[in-house]
């Protein structure tokens, strides 16, 4: 097996490394060749070549390491040299329309495509980040990868649906850390970010499943309330000199919920 990795930054150094040390003791150990323009460094056991298309020739799998907004363009330098039936597996945190964008220009040159979507930090875990895969080459990517110690959910053979679950995830992972951050600073401001900070990790630590459907359905209940109260946050945010960016979205959305209700919650495992 020749395997190309497209990106050899935080995530393609890593998990490439972990797979070129998973698999150095193998009978048949396959040559991991790396491309990367940035000047970045190469991990132990990849050979760093000077183009796309070098390391791409000949290679049965191909993991692109990209962001998303080089994913297309490093497809389309490698496409021309990829063999065809090889697997082109897209790690980037992409939308599902670019994912099955990409998969439709591979299948053009019959290369099988995966929808990778990386479920948790690469750094601490290296090739055993979890992941879903989705597509024509979810199946035989993950026969690849899954004995190498990556954790792996098949979602479907459809691209792009790997990607739309964890976009739809991220709203609320990241949309989370960004109201702490607005939270933090204007409580820094106000001289109780400790007292804040220990009241938040309470209210986290003891959340279950009740709880967060009741912070949906209590909100279809309560939203004229909750609408000026968040109003009244957002004033108190100005007043400590702190733009309102979160809280903001957090009004405009109550105003939908107040026209709109509120979705309905899937029933619990």
């Not at 935080?10 to 040559?31: C, F, H, M, N, R």
């Not at 082109?88 to 439709?104: C, H, I, Q, T, V």
């Not at 004229?224 to 009244?232: D, G, K, L, S």
Request: hydrophobic share 45%; proline share 6%.
């Amino acid at each position: 097996m020749k395997i190309a990795i497209f990106g050899l930054g935080e995530a393609g150094g890593t998990i490439g490394g972990d797979i070129a040390a998973a698999t150095k003791q193998l009978p048949d150990v396959p040559e991991i060749l790396g491309y990367d323009p940035a000047n970045v460094a190469t991990p132990d056991g990849i050979r760093r070549v000077d183009t796309p298309s070098e390391a791409v020739s000949s290679s049965n799998l191909v993991l692109s390491m990209t962001g998303s907004v080089d994913a297309k363009t490093a497809l389309q330098q490698a496409l021309p040299a990829i063999p065809a039936d090889a697997i082109y597996a897209d790690f980037a945190s992409a939308s599902a329309g670019l994912k099955r964008e990409l998969a439709s220009l591979a299948d053009g040159h019959g290369v099988r495509f995966c929808d990778v979507a990386l479920m948790a930090m690469v750094p601490g875990n290296g090739i055993r980040t979890p992941a879903m895969f989705s597509g024509n080459g979810a199946a035989d990517l993950r026969s690849i990868l899954a004995p190498l110690g990556m954790p792996i959910e098949v979602v479907s053979k459809q691209p792009g649906d790997a990607a739309e679950r964890k976009l739809l995830r991220s709203v609320v992972i990241k949309g989370t850390a960004a109201l702490l951050i607005e939270s933090l600073q204007a409580a820094h401001r106000a001289g109780c970010a400790d007292w804040l900070w220990n009241n938040l990790v309470d209210e986290f630590t003891a959340m279950d499943k009740s709880m967060m459907q009741r912070l949906v359905e209590g909100t279809g209940v309560h939203a004229v309330r909750r609408f000026h109260e968040m109003h009244a946050s957002a004033s108190q945010l100005q007043e400590l000199g702190i733009e309102p960016l979160m809280t903001d979205s957090t009004v405009k959305n109550l105003q939908q919920v107040i026209d709109n209700g509120v979705p309905e919650v899937p029933k619990a495992k």
